[in-house]
């Protein structure tokens, strides 16, 4: 009887962080204008299912899967399909805007629509975490777990936008959920179940494909340490297994592209391009070989994706940290960003978890393969690349985290390990060992403060999580100094400078906006070349990104500006300043 009502009262606090996530996620919406990338995406999908153009530009950013989530909630609606594209063959990020802005719907109700989706895909992922969490460390664990993603001020920065970010985080996570069953208990609907959700991730984002070695590395490290049967060649086995879990993966890739089947194609945005590329590019050779002899292939638009981005990433020059601009970046610099980007109490949590040990484990080969999995991601994302963008880029590796920072419950003395496995009141519990304990008494306040603190945190940047940076950066103020691009300014706020200048009667304003160009004019506003940054008298409306020299043929060009205190900072990334000749005089 008391386990029914434990049950009962641990679903309905589950219940309840689920549903106050969602309400944040949605209430947060309102005034959050179109991000940098969204215009590209918003809309891609509908035109796929209407038209299944294999050319749309979207194709060449990312898979379709997070393009058909946008969209799903469109379809009902009677939108032109042409309408997505314009010249985005000159802009790609215009793409969307005729859609959104150019029908008989209300803007607001189009982007609302699409970005709803997404906040239902993280709810669903905040679901599986909690039953993974319970699953091996207990009911208690598996709440703080749940507690701490749904009041993360990263998660709920993108899990409102309708970008493919947090469709990658779920289905990654979902993938190595299944796969983490599969080596526990391996069968072949698991392996199926494993095949399928590692497809999805791969429709997701290109950086899926990460996955894939490290399900090998994980296969091998587990089979060889913990498979206790008399079986040679265990590591030829486990590759085997994961060799047919990518069979089925690639299946499902294929149907994400309608199975298609076809000769390689040049984008039509490259074909003025297409003789010298190839010429000079091995892969496009290979394209002009396979139209020559008339020979298709299978999901051709996703090998074109891989080399698109590839080929991208290869000349990615602008890097920013610690208010220094970067063209090779900084191998720490995720790391960094993710020191920064959550929180405090998260942080604690984290470390508490890693160092929390149960002796004897009720769980110990599941443990230890949680672990597995996410040594390959650390791996990863230490190693040297000239893309240091965002901490979205984290988010595939944040729900493993999760759980481990929710591991932390026991470091405080509450919830048995075992509580999860209905074992019975006569039975030993398990001793947790950590430096938390050193505390004796004062845990349970500890850990009753840290949990305020995060609720604390939620709240005092509700509803600008995307600027969210934590006490040790100097809260989101001081955001700027130390990260920008979607970290803190991804033109998010493009509207509330629209109605901040409306309200303050400035209709001169000489702005320099970091967000999808084609857009302001939707707001009564004109684009202005941002390297346009001469000292100058008047009203400047400065994106954070810009005001430090990001993405600029001159990184110094408005250390001039720097050298003011803005008279309003709008959601803490665009930075408003009233410049008079004086000010010129004195800044020399």
């Known amino acids: 009887m008391k386990a029914s009502l434990k049950n009962r009262s641990t679903m309905r606090w589950a219940a309840v962080l689920v549903a106050v996530h969602i309400a944040l996620a949605l209430m947060s919406m309102r005034g959050l204008s179109l991000t940098w990338d969204e215009p590209s995406y918003i809309g891609a999908g509908y035109q796929l299912f209407k038209t ?63 970005r709803v989706p997404f906040v239902l895909l993280s709810a669903l992922l905040a679901i599986l975490l909690w039953q993974w969490s319970r699953k091996l460390y207990g009911d208690s664990a598996g709440l703080l777990t749940l507690f701490l993603y749904t009041l993360s001020p990263l998660v709920l920065a993108n899990c409102r936008l309708a970008t493919p970010d947090i469709v990658l985080a779920l289905t990654s996570t979902a993938a190595f959920f299944s796969f983490h ?9 698991r392996g199926g ?58 299946i499902v890739v294929w149907a994400g592209y309608g199975f298609q089947f076809a000769v390689p194609f040049v984008p039509e945005w490259l074909e003025p391009e297409a003789d010298r590329l190839m010429e000079e590019k091995p892969f496009w050779r290979m394209v002009g070989l396979l139209q020559a002899r008339d020979i298709a292939i299978p999901a ?50 984290l470390a508490a978890g890693l160092l929390t040990r149960q002796r004897p484990s009720p769980r ?15 791996i990863f994302f230490s190693l040297p690349t000239k893309i240091n963008i965002g901490v979205r880029y984290l988010l595939p590796l944040l729900p493993l985290l999760t759980i481990i920072a929710g591991k932390a419950i026991l470091a405080f003395g509450f919830g048995p390990s075992n509580e999860s496995q209905n074992d019975s009141s006569t039975e030993t519990a398990p001793q947790t060992t950590s430096a938390v304990h050193r505390f004796g008494g004062g845990r349970g306040a500890a850990f009753a403060a840290l949990c305020v603190w995060q609720i604390a945190a939620i709240a005092w940047i509700h509803p600008n999580y995307l600027a969210y940076f934590n006490e040790f950066a100097g809260g989101p103020s001081h955001g700027y100094k130390f990260l920008v691009d979607s970290n803190l300014d991804w033109g998010q706020d493009l509207g509330r400078l629209a109605d901040y200048l409306k309200e303050n009667n400035v209709a001169d304003a000489r702005i320099r906006y970091f967000g999808p160009p084609g857009v302001l004019k939707y707001y009564g506003l004109e684009w202005v070349d941002p390297n346009e940054c001469g000292p100058a ?27 003011m205190q803005p008279e309003h900072i709008i959601g803490y990334s665009i930075f408003i300043y009233n410049v008079t000749d004086e000010d010129l005089s004195d800044i020399g």
């Not at 032109?80 to 719907?105: C, K, M, S, V």
């Not at 080969?365 to 650390?378: D, W």
């Open 52 to 114: 299944g153009n294999p050319q749309i530009i979207p194709l060449q950013l990312h898979p379709p899967l997070s393009y058909y989530v946008n969209s799903a909630l469109l379809l009902p609606l009677q939108l032109d399909a042409d309408r997505f594209g314009g010249d985005q063959y000159i802009h790609r990020e215009y793409a969307g805007l005729p859609l959104i802005f150019e029908t008989d719907y209300p803007p607001a109700l189009l982007m609302f629509l699409s």
């Open 181 to 189: 069953q599969y080596l526990l208990q391996p069968s072949k609907t």
């Open 193 to 250: 179940v494993t095949g399928i959700l590692l497809g999805l991730a791969l429709l997701s984002k290109f950086t899926a494909l990460l996955l894939i070695p490290a399900f090998i590395f994980v296969a091998v490290v587990y089979r060889v340490r913990h498979d206790e049967s008399e079986r040679k060649n265990k590591p030829i086995d486990a590759l085997s297994g994961v060799a047919l879990i990518c069979c089925i993966a690639f």
């Open 300 to 349: 051709y638009s996703y090998l074109l994706g891989i080399y698109t981005q590839l080929a991208a990433a290869k000349g990615w020059e602008n890097n920013f940290l610690f208010g220094h601009v970067s063209r090779s970046g900084w191998w720490y610099f995720y790391w960094v960003a993710f020191f920064l980007k959550n929180t405090i109490p998260f942080l604690v949590f």
């Open 364 to 378: 110990p080969a599941a443990e230890r393969l949680l672990l597995y999995l996410i040594v390959p991601m650390v």
């Open 537 to 563: 008298p008047g009203t400047w409306a400065v994106s954070a990104t810009y005001l430090q020299g990001l993405y600029l043929n001159d990184n110094d060009c408005y250390r001039w500006l720097r050298k």
